[in-house]
């Protein structure tokens, strides 16, 4: 069921590219700006597919800031800081370190609620989003007393 998981978003693409309702080669690939948050959408949402999305008992932190910062960094764009490209790629690196600490996690609760804190800074850094950092810190309480999954 889990590669259902992975196959499934490039299958709805494939046909929306296949029946042009989207065109591929539009996308602006060569944009440092769009790179980065390509890169963040991906990896939460192999992150997300790989079943990360279902362990741990409060996901709400995560949701929140992912809210605030794709509504600000893709709508908004009120707090979203532009440049400094390097903080952002280093953002995408916390989100993926973040990410594995909480899939491999292996029963370790430091790694387990690490892996939550990283996921929120990667994400709002990612992002560009200072919003997003703002909502991030108070996920800091709600990660530092987040119990192992059952």
């Known amino acids: 069921m889990k ?11 494939a ?6 309702l989207i065109d591929i ?33 409060d996901r709400t932190a995560l949701y929140a800031v992912l809210l605030v910062s ?23 690196g916390l989100l993926v370190a973040g990410s594995v600490a909480r899939l491999a996690h292996r029963g370790n609760v430091r790694r387990f609620r690490t892996g939550r804190i990283l996921q929120l800074f990667g994400l709002s850094l990612g992002l560009a989003s200072i919003a997003g ?6 996920g800091l309480v709600m990660a530092a007393r987040e ?3 059952e």
Do not use: C, K, M
């Open 3 to 13: 590669v259902v998981r992975y196959i499934l978003p490039i299958a709805v693409l």
């Open 15 to 20: 046909v929306l590219a296949l029946t042009g």
């Open 25 to 57: 080669s539009s996308l602006p690939l060569h944009n440092p700006d769009f790179q980065v948050s390509l890169a963040v959408v991906l990896v939460y949402l192999f992150w997300s597919a790989s079943g990360g999305g279902e362990h741990g008992a």
């Open 70 to 92: 794709a509504v600000d960094s893709f709508l908004l764009r009120a707090t979203v800081f532009s440049g400094l490209f390097p903080l952002r790629w280093a953002g995408v």
């Open 133 to 138: 950092l703002v909502v991030a810190v108070p």
């Open 147 to 149: 119990d192992l999954p």
